[in-house]
């Protein structure tokens, strides 16, 4: 008589593949939903939702995962999020929206709050989501409840408006990744409305117009890396 063990890695919610190990995650990436599936375990730690064809994200559409720490949305098709998206994401470190179709000036701004929710976010990545250049000014959203980000990844439009942001209250922001980057002009108020606290800034395509000003970069004091790749 003999005996065999067979010991699975991952066991299938629904049509995604959730790790067994202590800390489960959910790989639901490229299988063609439409919306946030509902069935998976409720202590899923990591939720991986990048390319599929997700358009708009409801309220409380994550309330089941409340033990939620990452959640990757990449490559979708999002223009809009509800009220209390983010509803019951409190453990959330770290949340990832590249590559969408939300746009700064407004997909956020029918709630100043959409972030008030994720009071453990350390990295938020929103970049390449404006894939075209916008003549006017472009005020960004209020990100002023996030007190733990150090990491912010967004796109830096041509006439960028951080006055009503609050990202000069977030103490901990130590880097700014900017991506889709259509700035026009370097000017000494560019950045007047950002923290002190940034040493890493990174511009990844920009075509810039105009020679930056003196003191373009004044708001950053602590500034020890600038990287610039496909700037011209």
């Known amino acids: 008589m003999f005996a065999i063990t067979i010991s699975l890695s991952n066991v299938y919610c629904g049509s995604c593949p959730v790790g067994k190990a202590k800390r489960k995650v959910a790989d639901c990436s490229s299988r063609g939903f439409s919306n946030v599936p509902r069935d998976l375990p409720a202590d899923i730690v990591k939720l991986d939702l990048r390319r599929n064809s997700i358009v708009n994200i409801p309220a409380k559409a994550f309330i089941r995962y409340r033990n939620l720490q990452e959640l990757i949305l990449d490559g979708n098709r999002i223009a809009s999020l509800e009220e209390n998206t983010f509803a019951g994401l409190e453990k959330l470190n770290s949340l990832s929206m590249q590559d969408n179709n939300l746009d700064l000036n407004v997909s956020y701004h029918f709630n100043t709050s959409i972030f008030t929710p994720l009071v453990s976010l350390k990295t938020l990545k929103i970049e390449r989501n404006m894939n075209k250049t916008n003549g006017g000014k472009v005020f960004y959203p209020f990100f002023g409840e996030l007190h733990n980000l150090s990491v912010l990844a967004v796109d830096l439009s041509i006439y960028p408006v951080f006055k009503n942001s609050g990202l000069n209250k977030l103490t901990k922001l130590n880097t700014l990744k900017f991506d889709y980057c259509y700035l026009n002009k370097m000017t000494n108020k560019t950045f007047s409305d950002m923290p002190a606290t940034v040493v890493n800034i990174t511009f990844t395509g920009c075509i810039i ?19 610039l790749k496909r700037v011209r």
């Not at 117009?209 to 990287?227: I, K, M, Q, T």
Request: glycine content about 6%; cysteine-free; aromatic content about 10%.
């Open 209 to 227: 117009h105009s020679v930056a000003e003196a003191n373009f970069l004044g708001p950053f004091p602590s500034l020890d890396r600038l990287l």
